[in-house]
């Protein structure tokens, strides 16, 4: 049991400062083909506090150390007014590690969609299609590991090579040394909408296989090689930030090797910021893995001190791999139904925080799109097989669902949404409006730093978009402005700073 001994000096801090740096805390995206295995959590420990807290250096963690609110703003062209009241301590765990403590603090939060490079060729979904006025950061999926371990595109022609028409280019022609692809169109979605931050995520599912990361982790040149080559993709093709997702390191050594490799990522990125003069913080985020047999190996509190977001992938708690049908991306268990619920968000949610990590540091992953049973009876049943989808077998992208004569159902208790249809018993687990609504009241109960959906081509348009539905329930959000000068690029139109 976790016993919050803190003393507590009020202060009504009247600080003026801009709206706050990016800050996407979050990162986990799944699979390239959506069957990550970031899935699972494990047991909250009792009474455990939900709160926020400023950010303080891992250096310095102990009781009775002042933080500073001016750690989360900086100079920008908007300014607000905040009063708060400060904390001078934490309560400590039985590990020793302070555990965040709440505060009244009004967040900022996130709104975070992962856009693939491969998803202009299957949805046919390219970049203006984004609801970018409820989005705060767009997660571009993904860059490839070479054999040395630096950073390359995992397909050249979808990230700067396909021609898009449009006002300014009826007739999608290419004009000298340009970059065109989802990286041209990305960057005009930056230019026209101040608020949008972009970052570059590293690895993912099929590219972390094979040991693609080990390269790049083995000692500190290859790690510098690796965080030098991804600034300098972030500075080729016009990024905020980078967001790392290897999935995932299975030993204490490649626990350790992740946080010198993140080291190296923030370093590289301030460097590049300071060589340029740039007041501007570059982001890093990690994909993290909401299963307790994965983030137990990781070194989270190390981790922590140069992430500034992470991504936790709080859905497929169930799927083809299971024994029985079950929901995959519910908030509680169900006690009476533990074979429906194996595994939970608040659970993994809870030992984060355990670790250290502040919630506002924390982005709920959201699915947009549905596993499936067959020959179902109903939930924490048997099934035999997961049928048809929209892009794989038992994958439906949540525009697709409810399927035709499926009704569907919503959990309060566990915040699940699931559908059956009686006739071919097949049941499908997906998030609809009503989960997305109370997962964004947990959010902001809880004091989380935002949502993160896996992956944008799979949202509805209109009023049952779930990233337009968090947007709006999550009400603040972090419009910080965006980085739209890269003297150093190779491309004309990323260098130059106009439209």
Known sequence: MIN??????????????????????????????LASPGFLGIASPANRIPGD?????????????PVDAAHFYAKANTSITLSQTAYTSTSVTSSGLPTPTAEARTILHRNVIYFTNWGVYRSHYTAPDVPVDKVTHLVYAFADLDVDGQIKSSDEYSDL?????????????SGGNEAHGSVEQLLRLKRENRHLKTLLSIGGWTYSK????????????????????????????????????????????????????????REALDEYAAKHNQDYHYLLTVAASAGPNIYQVHKLAEMDAYVDAWHVMTYDFAGSWDKTTGHQANIY?????????????????????????????????????????TNAEGLGGDYEGVGQGTTEHGVWTYRDLPRPGSESFFDQHAIATWSYNAHTKELVSYDDPRSARAKADYIKKNRLGGAFFWEASGDKMGDDSLVQILADEMVSLDMSDNMLDYPDSPYDNIRKRGP
């Open 210 to 265: 094979q040991g693609k990361f080990q390269p790049a982790t083995k000692n500190d040149e290859s790690r510098q090689r690796f965080a030098a080559s991804a600034v300098q993709h972030l500075a080729d093709w016009g990024f905020d930030g980078l967001d790392v997702d290897w999935e995932y390191p299975e030993s204490t050594e490649e626990a350790e090797e992740y946080v010198l490799l993140l080291k190296a990522c």
């Open 4 to 33: 919050p001994l803190v003393s507590v000096l009020p202060l009504l801090l009247q600080i003026t400062y801009a709206v706050p740096l990016a800050l996407p805390r979050a990162s986990g995206t799944s699979a390239e083909h």
């Open 161 to 173: 090579q396909m021609l898009y028409t449009d006002a300014s280019n009826p007739h999608g022609t």
């Open 53 to 65: 807290g400023h950010q303080w250096s891992p250096a310095s963690r102990s009781d009775n150390q």
């Open 333 to 373: 268990p169900i006690p009476g139904n533990p074979d429906a619920t194996k595994f939970s968000a608040d659970r993994a949610i809870s030992d984060y925080m355990a670790a250290g990590i502040f919630a506002h540091k924390l982005t709920l992953g959201l699915p947009l799109y549905g596993r499936s049973f």
